[in-house]
């Protein structure tokens, strides 16, 4: 996979397998701490059976496994990361749920999504539940972790909120007020709030000051993640108009939700006036009233319009320059298992299954 | 990836300026800001819309990190020493708290897990990592500058005569790195023309995370303010000035 990533050459990234392999083994490390902060032993009804839903469901768990293999990368232990990734991964979900409710999605790792199964009262309570217990471990690490990098743990994790929240509420915005005359630009910065921060960047800088005792710069893994994660969510976005649009997923789920991505800001501005009068009105539409006909006359126009090879395009060059970014912040530490974990984040975007 | 001729909003070719610079901005927004990136129109080739998309992807992070480093100015008085933490920690925690509460509607027993730790008034504070004794002496550490913050240093002397740290302001590296491999200094050369002290070296010190500056002395040096340029490996500019004091 170097051959398409000449920055990678040397830097042994983990094939396929091995990130499988790796994956495998802190997720099941980091299930198990996640599953110490759900198990009460007075369960409490409507909200326990709730907040382990999701969580029992699986997941990549490619958040917490950057976080512990970026510890280890700097020097750290497993079990030093351990309770922060069992935080990333609690907010995650906790997130999951609230993003469900948000995008009226239907399905979510196979399933009917929490708010389908219970109602929205009930599934956004578990959400909050879910946000708030992902602090505990947070906590909890900050004793072990010492006063000098548990400051600086809760600074990179206050931003990560923060970053998170405008993301989602510059998507939401969009779509509610049905903006339409939005670049690019527009999109990678959305991408760096929602996706980027609290999937990639964030998991990094926890396991970066947890590993080097709070010696080295959490600012240094920034561009490589805003690179990984936004190839990342430019192929889950093609991945979601293909044929298998990845496990528990709607096909075309992000065209009835009129969601914001390189493509349709491409096709909106590639197609003739006709056609994006025709658009316009479909993307002024509720989701319930966007008609399976429509839908497909959209992802038609989007392949007549070469919209999906642009984005295609895009997310190579993203990656490429994730390449170049993991070279100036990792490409001086030891080679490790780890590390190679971490390089093969890049060729794994387009690999994993 | 062109616009079909037949289209109606087919226009004349756009010429894009000349580029301003021809790398990605690592300045954090500490340079002079340069105009976005148009967005790539359709009828240009899609190895020139690609490397327009990668530009501006650096343009966003550099404009994001700019932003992020003013508020953390704003934020934060002062640079973080290990006397400051327990304040620093507790309000930063509550901040964490606020934040959730924004992102949510709901309380939980957080609070109670953050109120488990005692204050830094409380009698019992002294068994919590958190909450070391405050030395009332305690210099404050210098606010830092939004671009260079700086590094809380501890220096230890190895052998005779006695000596005392004078100056030890060093910037934080802007890579991740290791003190033990990637930090040298140079040999701290005497004001009145003494024998150049060598025996420098770097570490963290592994509780508290803090750099460690150990100079070796011999019996015979000389009384005298000595200094020397501290540096970082792949580093353009020095991390700062070590200056020690031998004593007479």
Known sequence: MTGAWPELEGLAPASAIEMSGVLSAYGAATRGAVQNYLVTDTPAPFLDDLLNDYPARGGKMMRPSICIANARVFGGRVEDAIQCAAAVELLHNGLLIHDDIQDASELRRGRPTLHALHGVPLALNAGDAMIFTALIPLIDSLRSLGPHVAARVLDVSMVMARQTAEGQALELGWRDLNQTDLGDADYFRMVLKKTAWMGLIWPAQLGLLIGSRGNADPQSVVRFGFFVGTAFQIEDDLRNLSDDPGYGKEINGDLYEAKRTLMLLHVRRACNARERTRLDIFLALERDQRSDDEVLWLAGLMKRYGSLAHAREIAGAMAGAAAHEFLLTYGRLPPSVDRSFVAGLIPWIFDRS | MTTPESSPDKVARVRRPDVVRHGPDRSGGAAKPVPRPPAPSVGEPINEAVASAVRMGYDVVAENIKQGRLAAARFRQGEYSIRDVPGDVESLAKRMIDLARELSTTTFDVVERLLRDPGPGDPTAKASPFYPTPDPNARKSPPPTPDSPLMTVKCQ???????????????????????????????????IGARAITDVTFSTDPQTGVLVVSVGLSPDQAAGVYAGLVTVAHQDWPMGVLAIEVLA
């Open chain 2, 157 to 191: 002397f190895v052998g005779t005569p006695r000596a005392v740290l004078r100056s030890a302001m060093f910037a934080r590296p802007r890579l991740p790195i290791f003190a033990d491999a990637h930090i040298a200094s140079e040999p701290l050369k005497s004001t």
